[in-house]
């Protein structure tokens, strides 16, 4: 198996809907995701969720990426909605194309550093006591 760094942040809209297709797709490498809650002032309520980490190629390949080279135009690849409904539907999980490909749009996949990309976005790990 080979493994590669990805950092999907999504938003809270989209967090179960997010948490169920990979555990569906990957089996028990694909649960646990998204379980970090993230906001502009680092309160609760969540505006976004973050997974960031090592993932199985394969996965992360259905998933789209865009990488910000140094002082260049970022480079987005597409997700691959399509193959990720089949793969769900055929574990057992319904999903359609349009809504892994709406859940692809929301959200932001990259191969950054956590912090790197919640600064980006201007997000903070949320927490009921955040000052």
Same mark, same amino acid.
């Given at each position: 198996?080979?493994?590669?760094?990805?950092?999907?942040?999504?938003? /809270?809209?989209?967090?179960?809907?997010?948490?169920?297709?990979?555990?569906?797709?990957?089996?028990?490498?694909?649960?646990?995701?998204?379980? @970090?809650? *993230?906001?502009?002032?680092?309160?609760?309520?969540?505006?976004?969720?973050?997974?960031?980490?090592?993932?199985?190629?394969?996965?992360?390949? *259905?998933?789209?990426?865009?990488?910000?080279?140094?002082?260049?135009?970022?480079?987005?690849?597409?997700?691959?909605?399509?193959?990720?409904?089949?793969?769900? @539907?055929?574990?057992?999980? @319904?999903?359609?194309?349009?809504?892994?490909?709406?859940?692809? /749009? %929301?959200? /932001?996949?990259?191969?950054?550093?956590?912090?790197?990309?919640?600064?980006?976005?201007? *997000?903070?790990? %949320?927490?009921?006591?955040?000052?």
């Amino acid at each position: 198996m080979t493994w590669t760094h990805r950092c999907m942040i999504v938003p /809270d809209e989209q967090v179960e809907f997010a948490r169920q297709l990979p555990a569906a797709i990957a089996g028990s490498s694909g649960s646990g995701m998204w379980g @970090t809650a *993230l906001s502009p002032s680092g309160k609760l309520p969540a505006t976004h969720w973050i997974s960031s980490g090592l993932l199985d190629k394969q996965f992360a390949d *259905l998933l789209p990426l865009t990488q910000y080279p140094n002082d260049a135009e970022p480079i987005h690849t597409p997700g691959q909605s399509a193959l990720a409904a089949h793969l769900a @539907t055929a574990a057992g999980f @319904t999903a359609t194309a349009e809504q892994v490909q709406a859940l692809f /749009d %929301a959200s /932001d996949a990259t191969d950054q550093e956590a912090m790197v990309a919640m600064s980006r976005m201007g *997000l903070m790990m %949320a927490s009921e006591s955040a000052e």
